[in-house]
């Protein structure tokens, strides 16, 4: 149980998005952005959500499938006399390396006059494909192996300002940034008594894989389906991807993170387990085996 809360403060480094409130502590002679939890709207039973607790996790998980993912620390901080669960992220920016989101590089492409933060997947691909600071079909196998993953977890809000490029202007050096901002996984608004209703209700549980939460990527201005797109098999880059992170999928190693994350119920821990397990079986098993099947005719 990590208290963050005596952590000296870098008040000269700030961070943005909207998904709680952030400040830059050292920890272990390193910088970390401590993520606080996001104010839950709406939700009598709790002033603020998992948002937290579903960074670690998510993160935890995408660590055991191969990818390169921010490394995540959790633990408390006393605020105004309250303690809040927290999620520090460790900083992977220098004084020398930024962080760039793929939106500006998505805005740089003047000639589109396309606005960096829609998320039409036809206009991220493009811009993959159009941009020439990194090898495209490695920028388009890591952006599908994330779709992929973010399907597992459920990430309702993937867009183009979180996830981006690590890069050092001084050395013309580029590569791309670890995957972060996951708070939006793992159904992070969802209350205790609201879980025990869902894990009781099979269509509840069916509901939150093949209808909710949808990706923040559209199709003809849709959010795309997770079940639906990935079960198509029309996408071949999204094919290989599947191909590439199912089978590196444990769930025996995902359950053994859920178990021991602490401050969370074991009702939480239960139904974490049960709808990764739904969505790996229905989304990800389902096509996996469609594909297989397919590629024997």
């Known amino acids: 149980m990590i208290d963050f809360s005596n952590a000296k403060i870098n008040n000269y480094k700030y961070y943005g998005g909207k998904n709680g409130g952030k400040i830059c502590i050292n920890y272990n002679n390193e910088d970390y952005m401590l993520k606080f939890p996001a104010i839950n709207n709406g939700v009598k039973e709790h002033e603020y959500s998992n948002s937290c607790i579903s960074e670690y996790i998510t993160c935890k998980i995408f660590k055991t499938l191969g990818l390169n993912v921010q490394d995540v620390i959790l633990g408390t901080y006393c605020l105004n006399g309250n303690t809040k669960i927290v999620v520090a992220c460790k900083d992977f920016t220098t004084e020398n390396v930024v962080l760039k989101q793929f939106a500006e590089l998505k805005n740089s492409q003047v000639e589109t006059s396309k606005n960096g933060y829609g998320t039409e997947l036809s206009e991220v691909i493009e811009t993959i494909e159009n941009q020439s600071i990194y090898d495209v079909n490695k920028l388009k196998e890591f952006f599908y192996n994330m779709f992929i993953a973010d399907a597992l977890v459920g990430n309702f809000d993937r867009h183009n300002g979180n996830w981006g490029f690590l890069i050092n202007e001084k050395l013309k050096k580029i590569e791309i940034a670890p995957i972060y901002d996951c708070a939006s996984s793992l159904y992070p608004q969802i209350t205790e008594k609201i879980l025990e209703d869902i894990m009781n209700n099979k269509k509840e549980m069916e509901d939150r894989v093949f209808v909710f939460p949808t990706s923040a990527l559209k199709i003809n201005n849709k959010k795309i389906n997770y079940f639906d ?69």
């Open 229 to 297: 797109y990935i079960n198509s098999l029309e996408n071949e880059d999204l094919n290989k991807a599947l191909l590439n992170i199912f089978p590196k999928i444990n769930l025996k190693k995902i359950n053994y993170i859920i178990d021991n994350t602490s401050y969370i119920s074991i009702k939480r821990k239960t139904f974490y387990k049960k709808i990764i397990k739904l969505r790996y079986e229905k989304i990800l098993k389902q096509s996996y085996e469609k594909l297989l099947n397919l590629s024997k005719r």
